[in-house]
């Protein structure tokens, strides 16, 4: 899978929640989070996670910000709705 066919795809069709305080605001409607590897709240989201699936991102938390195309760091992507991505399939 093209991670930033995906990203770009779910960004111009989908919902998500950027940063790790709105993933765990909004914990209950994600479908899954992608979290940079350095996220700092990385052990607070995957409480939050339950049985969420998160997918690491082994990039930081600014290249994650990049593939979003966001001119600052993104520790973490919470999808309320994939849209007409795949970005799913991550979780499999």
């Known amino acids: ?7 770009n795809r779910l960004l111009s069709t989908g919902q998500v929640y950027l940063g790790a305080k709105e993933a765990l605001k909004h914990s209950d409607d994600a479908k899954l989070f ?13 409480d939050a996670a339950d049985s969420t699936p998160v ?11 990049t593939l979003c195309r966001k ?21 499999r």
């Open 1 to 7: 899978m093209d991670m930033q066919k995906e990203l």
């Open 34 to 46: 992608i979290m940079a590897h350095n996220c700092p709240e990385k052990q607070a989201v995957l």
């Open 71 to 91: 001119p600052f760091s993104v520790s973490v992507v919470s999808v309320v709705d994939e849209g007409t991505s795949n970005i799913l399939e991550l979780s």
């Open 55 to 65: 997918f690491i991102y082994q990039g930081s938390a600014m290249q994650l910000g």
